[in-house]
């Protein structure tokens, strides 16, 4: 593939990820037309697509038709639904039977691998075909054509995206509140250093780190949880005001009997496909860590190394235990371009490479200036406050109390600094999203969805977050 290939194409800005570079290829992978089932129940088109390092673009005739299919395919019957989640469902038990197998071995070879590289492009079939940006107009149309009020409505979204089982991140959250809880009977609410930690706590928090330290295994440049990282976020849970619900939302008989069979049974399959999509991200990093596991045994390789490793590298890692040199790693650490063009992918890496393919794609997408932002409502509420940007975890030391964490999609791995903002705002996301589910567990403010908003706000800037309207203003 050549550099005059990419300016053939009209690129549509998308956000900047975070994901780990054989992660980024497999999603490329899993947007070329044909690849994905899920997607063919929507639409029939292929969407070309390039990163630049961590920024992502996508075509944008493709892209756009592609949104237009899956809003009228949800439109249309609850059939298209039906058929997600059952896919979904399949994908997710062939994704469980590999987890179970990479949890067992001792050693990574060229078989195992297949597997793991068809489990991951599996869930991607899931993330991509997320609904949760489509969601709420259908939601709302049903739910207003019944003529229920604004509260009515609100009890009702708060129980069906709520009530699901529970997720990885919730889980852990309710381990360390318990063990927060133990502590604060003990021995009061007195700041000690981990190593002066009592014992019996210590020990509590050592086995929640075993547990859960897989939860930060997937995103790019990081390793997995410390003890000290679990530390940190007992330390400030200690002190936070700002806590999950004990109970979950209940839904009233009253309010019951003003929806039909048919609006109860669509309700329902939203639940479920807000549990399968965020199920399989649970899922996605399990496997992945496991797997990272095995390279890092078997050729001293760490997690934050393996960040910038294409799917072929890893390949030839565990075929020829062909490593990156310290040279290559540095170039694709600062300077990395994939791209994936009707269904051919390529890569570029230096400086010269990268910055004629960001000239090509830059040009067509750059942000106007704007005082509003519009995006969906994921949490009601109105804050003023002052933004922060959050690209990754080395950045949630920002945020200070009253803030509003602003993201282009929030994860587990941020709830230390999600518990000091005062309401989150991100570039994607939906009913489905993680910051969805979290804002309204915690009852702060929260639009998704914006697209841009990481892209136009800058830290310090001063902002109305109006999640009534979906509405986010710059005051200055």
Excluded at 230 to 243: E, I, P, T
Aim: aromatic share 10%; with cysteine; glycine share 4%.
């Amino acid at each position: 593939m050549k550099i005059q290939d990419i300016a053939k194409i009209k690129w549509l800005k998308g956000n900047v990820w975070q994901e780990k570079w054989y992660n980024t290829e497999l999603c490329f992978l899993s947007l070329e037309e044909g690849v994905n089932p899920i997607y063919d129940l929507a639409t029939k088109v292929g969407c070309s697509s390039i990163a630049l390092n961590t920024q992502w673009f996508h075509e944008e005739k493709t892209y756009k038709k592609q949104e237009e299919d899956f809003k009228r395919a949800l439109q249309r019957n609850d059939a298209f639904i039906s058929g997600v989640i059952k896919l979904s469902e399949n994908y997710i038990k062939e994704a469980e039977a590999v987890l179970k197998k990479v949890e067992k071995a001792k050693e990574i070879n060229d078989i195992l691998l297949k597997e793991i590289k068809n489990a991951f492009m599996q869930l991607w079939y899931v993330f991509l075909a997320d609904l949760g940006e489509y969601l709420p107009t259908v939601i709302d149309d049903k739910l207003s054509a019944k003529k229920l009020n604004d509260k009515d409505i609100e009890e009702i979204k708060n129980y069906y995206f709520l009530n699901t089982l529970p997720l990885a991140f919730q889980k852990e959250n309710e381990n360390l509140k318990k063990i927060v809880s133990f502590y604060k009977k003990r021995y009061g609410e007195k700041i000690v250093n981990l190593d002066k930690l009592p014992k019996d706590v210590k020990n509590l928090l050592s086995k929640h780190n075993k547990q859960f330290e897989w939860l930060m295994s997937d995103e790019l440049d990081t390793s997995t949880y410390s003890l000290e990282d679990y530390y940190k976020k007992f330390r400030q849970m200690l002190f936070s005001k700002k806590q999950s619900p004990k109970t979950k939302p209940s839904l009233s008989m009253k309010t019951k009997k003003l929806l039909n069979r048919d609006t109860l049974v669509f309700l329902e399959m939203v639940n479920k496909h807000l549990f399968l999509d965020n199920y399989a991200a649970d899922l996605y990093t399990k496997i992945e860590f496991f797997f990272l596991k095995l390279l890092e045994k078997r050729l001293g390789i760490g997690f934050k190394e393996l960040s910038w490793y294409s799917w072929k590298d890893m390949e030839l890692l565990v075929n020829r235990h062909s490593k990156l040199s310290k040279e290559k790693l540095g170039e694709r650490q600062n300077y990395r371009v994939m791209v994936q063009i009707d269904g051919q992918i390529g890569y570029f890496y230096g400086k010269g490479d990268f910055d004629r393919v960001a000239a090509l794609v830059n040009f067509y997408a750059k942000a106007h200036k704007r005082t509003k932002i519009h995006g969906l409502i994921a949490s009601k509420g109105i804050v003023l406050g002052k933004v922060k940007i959050v690209r990754s975890v080395n950045d949630m030391d920002k945020i200070n109390s009253g803030d509003i964490l602003v993201a282009t999609t929030t994860r587990p791995d941020l709830m230390p600094a999600i518990l000091r903002a005062a309401a989150i705002v991100t570039d994607k996301g939906g009913i489905t999203s993680h910051a969805a589910i979290v804002s309204r567990e915690l009852n702060i403010p929260c639009i998704v969805a914006t697209q841009i908003a990481t892209e136009v706000l800058k830290d310090g800037d001063s902002i109305e977050v109006n999640a009534d309207k979906g509405i986010i203003t710059i005051l200055k």
